[in-house]
C-alpha cells in the first residue's frame, strides 16, 4: 500500500515538473515571439530581393554595404532600446554620437597642424577616449534633466538635442570636417573572414548590452523601473541612481557611435544621420521594445535593424526611391504591430 501510495506521489511530481517545463517553454516563446517575428521577416526580405534581383542584391558589394551601414544604426537603436526600457526615450542620442565624432575630428585636426600628422595619429586611442568621454557627458547632462530635475524624457532629451546640435553648429560654423585618425580610417576597412570589423563592434556591443540587462542587478533594476517606478520605488530601487545610470549609459552609446560614424567615413558635421533619429525608435519598436517600458530584447534590436538594412539595399538594388523606402517602413512597423496585438488577444483569450 506504502508502496503505491509513493509512487502515486511521484507520478504527481513528475507531471508537475513536466507542467513547470512546458511552462517555462511557452513563456520562452512569449517572450521571444519579437526575435522569431523579426527572423522570419529578415529571412522574407532576403529572399524577396533575391529572387527578384540576385545579380545586384548578393553581389559581395552589396552584402558589404549591408554590414557596414547596420553597426552605427543598430548601436544607436540599441541606446535607444535602453532609455524605452527605462520607461523614457532619448531624442538625442544622434546628436550626442555626432558631437563624439566632431571633437575627436576637430581635436585631431587641431594636433596635425601645430605638432604634425604622425604624432596626430599615433595619439588615436585618446582621441577616441575623448570621444567617448563627450558622449558619456552629454547622458549624463540628460540624465541629472530626468531623474535630478524631474523633467519628462522626451522633453529633456527634445532640449538637449537642440542644445548640442546648436552648440555643434557654432562650433563647426555649419561646415563639414574632414580627418581622422588613420587607425579609425583602418577600423572601418578592416574584416575579418569576410565581416567588417566595425560589424564585430556592434556585435560586442550587442552582447555587452545582454549581459547588463539579463545578468547585472543594474539591468533588473532598468526593467523594474520602466514596467513599474512606483513598485520598484516601494521595492527600494532608487529612481535617481537606475535613471542616471541608464542615461549615462546611453550616452556612452552614442559616443561609441560617433566612432563608427569616423571610421566609415573621415568626416564629421552636426547635421549628419538627420533623419536617424525616427529610424532608431522604428527599430526599437520593431525589435520588440515596449514603447511603456518594461520590455525588450537585444537580439530583437539586432534583427530588425539588419532587416531594414536588407530592405534599404534591396531598395537600391531595385532602383526605388527613398521615399518608397520610407514608406515600407512604415509599412513594416504597422504590419509587425497589428500582428503583435492580435497576437496578443489571441493569447488573453
Known amino acids: 500500500m506504502m508502496n503505491r501510495i509513493a509512487e502515486a506521489d511521484g507520478m504527481r511530481r513528475g507531471g508537475a515538473e513536466r507542467r513547470d517545463v512546458l511552462t517555462d517553454f511557452v513563456r520562452k516563446i512569449h517572450v521571444n515571439r519579437s526575435v522569431g517575428q523579426m527572423a522570419a521577416l529578415l529571412v522574407a526580405a532576403f529572399a524577396i530581393f533575391t529572387i527578384l534581383r540576385p545579380a545586384v542584391f548578393l553581389g559581395s558589394y552589396n552584402l558589404q554595404v549591408i554590414a557596414l551601414a547596420a553597426p552605427e544604426i543598430g548601436i544607436l537603436a540599441i541606446a535607444m532600446m535602453v532609455t524605452m526600457l527605462s520607461g523614457g526615450i532619448d531624442l538625442s542620442v544622434v546628436s550626442i554620437a555626432n558631437a563624439s565624432a566632431i571633437t575627436i575630428s576637430m581635436t585631431y585636426t587641431a594636433v596635425s597642424s601645430r605638432a604634425g600628422v604622425e604624432l596626430a595619429n599615433s595619439l588615436a586611442l585618446p582621441l577616441v577616449l575623448l570621444g567617448l568621454v563627450v558622449g558619456v557627458a552629454a547622458g549624463a547632462i540628460n540624465g541629472l534633466l530626468i531623474a535630478k530635475v524631474g523633467i519628462t524624457p522626451i522633453l529633456a532629451t527634445l532640449g538637449t538635442m537642440q542644445l548640442f546640435n546648436g ?4 562650433v563647426t560654423g555649419g561646415r563639414t570636417l574632414y580627418g581622422a585618425p588613420a587607425g579609425l580610417s583602418t577600423l572601418g576597412t578592416t574584416t575579418f573572414l569576410g565581416v567588417p570589423a566595425i560589424f564585430l563592434i556592434l556585435v560586442v556591443v550587442a552582447v555587452a548590452i545582454g549581459v547588463l540587462l539579463d545578468r547585472i542587478s543594474l ?4 526593467r523594474y523601473q520602466g514596467a513599474n ?5 516601494f521595492s ?12 549615462t549609459i546611453v550616452g556612452l552609446l552614442g559616443g561609441i557611435a560617433g566612432v563608427v ?4 567615413n573621415p568626416s564629421a558635421s552636426a547635421d549628419y544621420g538627420a533623419s536617424y533619429t525616427l529610424l532608431v525608435i522604428v527599430i526599437a519598436v520593431l525589435g520588440g521594445t515596449n514603447p511603456y517600458g518594461g520590455r525588450a530584447t537585444v537580439l530583437g534590436v539586432v534583427l530588425a535593424t539588419l532587416c531594414l538594412q536588407v530592405v ?8 526605388l526611391s527613398s521615399q518608397q523606402y520610407a514608406m ?11 500582428l503583435d496585438y492580435l497576437r496578443g488577444r489571441g493569447s488573453s483569450r
Open 229 to 233: 517606478a512606483e513598485a520598484s520605488r
Open 236 to 247: 527600494g530601487i532608487s529612481s535617481t541612481r537606475t535613471l542616471l545610470a541608464t542615461y
Open 261 to 264: 560614424f569616423l571610421s566609415r
Open 167 to 170: 552648440l555643434e553648429l557654432v
Open 312 to 319: 534599404a539595399s534591396g531598395f537600391t538594388a531595385m532602383r
Open 328 to 338: 515600407a517602413q512604415g509599412v513594416i512597423l504597422i504590419g509587425a504591430m497589428v
Open 219 to 222: 539591468g533588473f533594476r532598468i
